[in-house]
């Protein structure tokens, strides 16, 4: 039985940073795409960024780029989020999401996301 399970969350000033983690279990993750998507009360689900399990490329949403940082430890099976200089329009609650095969658009969207975590909520207040 595939698991993601997201932490790190939590409630930070502006400007300040978190640093969120995806432990992946239950399967091989190669050939995988492994996600941060977010999404804020009312609002829809939003890409964040993404790293390619076999060879660690990465991408990124236009509204974090340059602040936020995806990577992984392929031994341990986590992913982290590094989130920097943290803004009110941050505030979400952020979501792990693991895709088998190739990018069918940019950004990736929700739809057809094979595996998903719970969840860890993060706040920013300004």
């Known amino acids: 039985q595939v698991q993601l399970v997201e932490s790190g969350g939590g409630a930070v000033q502006a400007g300040d940073s978190l640093r969120l983690s995806c432990a992946a279990s239950?399967?091989?993750?190669?050939?995988?795409?492994m996600n941060w998507f977010r999404q804020a009360p009312g609002k829809d689900r939003e890409f964040v960024a993404l790293?390619?399990?076999?060879?660690?490329?990465?991408g990124y949403g236009d509204s974090v780029k340059g602040r936020f940082t995806i990577s992984w430890d392929k031994t341990k099976n986590v992913v982290y989020l590094q989130m920097n200089n943290l803004k009110p329009e941050d505030t979400a609650r952020y979501y792990c999401?693991?895709?088998?095969?190739?990018?069918?658009?940019?950004?990736?969207?929700?739809?057809?996301?094979?595996?998903w975590g719970k969840g860890t909520e993060v706040t920013v207040s300004s």
């Open positions: 239950g399967r091989s993750f190669s050939g995988y795409t």
């Open positions: 999401a693991a895709d088998y095969g190739f990018l069918s658009s940019w950004p990736p969207g929700p739809n057809g996301i094979d595996y």
């Open positions: 790293i390619f399990w076999n060879d660690g490329n990465t």
